[in-house]
């Protein structure tokens, strides 16, 4: 009840949801530190994800922690639909970790090093308790990637989204994260949320231009992930979970995809890359 109590301090005393520098000001124990392996009931939830997006190869690779449960993942999209992937619980052959993204499987060697920046951190109440994110968008990624004999050079930009906290027993998320550029020629990078760190202000909703992170209003995604505000998306191909245990359920669709039209605040796209999600979780 002392951890329960604490979390509920912190939603009230602390002024969440807070963005930005003053994250780290909060005195709350927040990644690189460790943080409780339980607040109250609710058992601490964690996840690295790394996206590397471009016209040529899409790909992910990630790592999740429910509790002391791992799980491990990576993905491979070409646009002809080609997806290769696995989920396992086994640590050999996935890492990730700061600055680095690396899978060994059969037919398979991927190695892709990032240039991680600040990123943009945010803090949310979650009912009594709180949850944390940190967002990178548009971060080189240079690496290489070996599939079925076929050899791809990896020179593109990346999205890496580190979450953490104490997520409700039933969580749902729509979200989508991209790289590209604007018609007038800048960098454009973004990720935008509905259902986690999405209050109209202090969320973790950006978009970065030419490497530079400022927060856009709150968006529309469609039911079927065709478009995200005034985005619209062309998917190649889709990772899918469709678990349902006894102590866990999780619906999950994230498609690997192509971008066209106009990122929130008006600018137009000539050319996007990244990924749609729906995430209906309970854990």
């Not at 639909?81 to 086994?90: A, P, S, V, Y």
């Not at 985005?231 to 979970?241: K, V």
Request: charged residues 25%; contains cysteine; glycine residues 12%.
């Amino acid at each position: 009840m002392k951890k329960a109590s604490a979390g509920g301090r912190a939603t009230r005393q602390l002024g969440l949801p807070v963005r930005g520098p003053a994250v780290q000001l909060l005195g709350l124990p927040l990644p690189p530190r460790p943080m409780p392996a339980r607040q109250g009931t609710r058992p601490l939830k964690r996840w690295r994800y790394v996206g590397v997006y471009g016209p040529e190869l899409m790909l992910c690779v990630g790592e999740a922690r429910v509790g002391p449960l791992p799980q491990r993942w990576w993905a491979i999209a070409l646009p002809d639909g080609t997806l290769r992937e696995r989920t396992t619980i086994r640590r050999g052959g996935v890492m990730v970790a700061p600055g680095r993204a690396e899978v060994a499987a059969s037919k398979l060697r991927l190695s892709v090093s990032l240039g991680e920046v600040e990123g943009v951190e945010t803090v949310s109440p979650s009912a009594d308790s709180w949850i944390w994110t940190r967002k990178q968008a548009g971060i080189p990624a240079r690496g290489v990637v070996e599939l079925d004999g076929r050899h791809f050079e990896i020179e593109a930009e990346a999205v890496v989204d580190e979450s953490a906290g104490y997520h409700e027993r039933r969580t749902s998320w729509r979200w989508s994260a991209g790289v590209g550029r604007s018609v007038a020629g800048e960098r454009v990078a973004w990720n935008l949320v509905a259902g986690v760190h999405d209050s109209p202000q202090a969320s973790e909703r950006s978009v970065w231009i030419d490497e530079v992170a400022q927060e856009v209003p709150p968006v529309r995604f469609e039911p079927d992930l065709s478009g995200v505000g005034g985005l619209r998306f062309t998917e190649w191909s889709a990772r899918e979970d469709h678990t349902n245990l006894l102590f866990f359920r999780s619906d999950y669709r994230q498609p690997f995809g192509t971008f066209s039209g106009e990122l929130p605040g008006g600018l137009r796209l000539a050319e996007g890359y990244g990924v749609m999600e729906s995430h209906d979780v309970r854990w």
